[in-house]
């Protein structure tokens, strides 16, 4: 039920305003929209009870209305994606010639300390 090719077009054809930041889900949430043909975002109350006005990302007949089939997708679609990034970065370790289990315990704790920095 997802399509490739509407995923792509909203990858490339989507119009400008409906960009979103790498923290509000970026490419990946324009692609997931776009392929399932569902629109997310829109506006949202903060903790503190101001309302924030987000844009909404989607194809323009999308529905925003999300079952809990589409959110079983949506999820699956992500964890097909972990899994596929993993098997892509052991592969390239081992193609590299880097599979030995110091190297790869040292570029793991270099990646946290990125993601710890950043948050």
């Not at 009870?49 to 209305?65: E, F, H, M, Q």
């Not at 972990?82 to 590299?96: I, R």
């Amino acid at each position: 039920t997802c399509s490739l090719f509407s995923m792509l077009k909203g990858l490339l054809l989507r119009p400008a305003n409906t960009f979103r930041n790498f923290c509000e889900g970026g490419l990946g949430l324009i692609s997931l929209c776009w392929g399932l043909n569902i629109s997310a975002g829109g506006p949202v109350r903060s903790l503190d009870g101001n309302v924030l006005k987000n844009r909404w990302v989607g194809p323009d007949g999308g529905t925003a209305k999300l079952s809990t089939v589409t959110l079983r997708r949506c999820i699956y679609i992500t964890i097909i994606c972990y899994v596929v990034f993993l098997a892509l970065l052991m592969a390239g370790m081992y193609v590299s010639g880097q599979t030995d289990l110091d190297y790869a315990h040292s570029m793991a704790d270099r990646l946290l300390r990125i993601v710890n920095k950043a948050l």
